[in-house]
């Protein structure tokens, strides 16, 4: 076997290491920031941002996207916008280094698209996905992924436009299953892709293997009941549902994941042909405090709801 392959391996990473171009850390570091994603997921956010502060004492850069990264989370799974809030005026201050500074950037672009800042926040993503292109890493490409994923799908009506949407989404299923750090992101981006797609079994089965990994997750349950909505496996999806209304609600209350439940309990049994317990749950939704979260709402839902007099 020729060594050729692997010289030039050994060369394009001591390249990029030389360069910056790398989300690389020194074993410790590493070991703290995959057992941060590791309690994040297990929804001990404290515990994540007490490992990720660790890592912040030896890296002030790299311990501050880990942190708000926890942050983004938190406020993912328990609706709390002022994580969201406090995540973006924090990557905003901190400033790294490489690929890091990328994953800053990134996030950012999250937080800006999160509250209502569409424009500046698909900017901020471009800037970081510049960076990103550059990398050879498996996790630097996927992050790529998720932004040219979109971008292709925008001009995918253009004649003769190149459409990688394919080897996108086979990066981030290969990211997904082996990054121990940016899985639940890379995992979750692609689900949603081939949501996009229509391809909803192969949503149901990525979830299930998130599931897998962080069992009985509250976010990515709801992922699962959204596959098996569409699937039209209803039954399946309104118990999923109905527990995940419950369990929010002891754990946070009338929240943002709360919310998202009740609407998607509305039109499954509106789908499922029971009125009455379609009308229950569309009593919910009267409550004055759900005006206060419908901004929050994803608006393909909102949208779905509206267009059949649900809402």
Not at 136 to 165: C, G, Q, T
Request: with cysteine; aromatic share 10%.
């Amino acid at each position: 076997m020729s060594l050729r392959p692997l010289l030039v391996a050994a060369f394009l990473a001591v390249s990029a290491l030389a360069d910056g171009l790398t989300l690389s850390l020194p074993a410790p570091l590493m070991e703290l920031a995959e057992k941060a994603t590791e309690r994040s997921m297990a929804l001990d956010y404290g515990g994540a941002l007490s490992l990720a502060g660790q890592v912040r004492a030896k890296d002030a850069g790299v311990g501050c996207v880990l942190e708000n990264v926890v942050l983004v989370s938190r406020y993912d799974d328990l609706g709390d916008t002022l994580s969201l809030q406090r995540a973006g005026a924090n990557l905003e201050k901190c400033s790294s280094s490489g690929l890091w500074e990328a994953l800053r950037k990134f996030e950012i672009g999250y937080v800006q698209n999160e509250t209502g800042h569409s424009v500046k926040g698909a900017m901020t993503t471009r800037s970081a996905a510049k960076l990103f292109e550059e990398s050879a890493e498996l996790e630097a490409r996927a992050f790529y992924a998720i932004y040219a994923y979109y971008v292709d799908k925008s001009f995918s009506w253009v004649p003769f436009k190149s459409d990688r949407r394919g080897e996108y989404l086979a990066v981030l299923d290969s990211a997904s299953s082996s990054s121990k750090r940016f899985w639940p992101l890379f995992l979750t981006s692609l689900v949603w892709m081939y949501y996009d797609k229509g391809d909803f079994n192969a949503g149901l089965k990525l979830s299930l293997r998130g599931l897998s990994k962080a069992p009985n997750h509250p976010v990515l349950l709801q992922v699962k009941a959204d596959m098996l909505y569409k699937l039209r496996r209803y039954k399946e999806a309104a118990a999923i549902y109905e527990k995940s209304a419950a369990d929010y609600r002891s754990r946070t209350g009338k929240s943002i994941r709360y919310w998202c439940a009740v609407m998607n309990l509305v039109r499954i049994y509106a789908d499922q042909g029971d009125r009455q317990k379609m009308d229950a749950w569309r009593k919910e939704l009267s409550d004055p405090d759900f005006a206060k979260w419908r901004g929050w709402m994803p608006a393909s839902l909102v949208d779905d709801l509206e267009s059949r007099d649900l809402l």
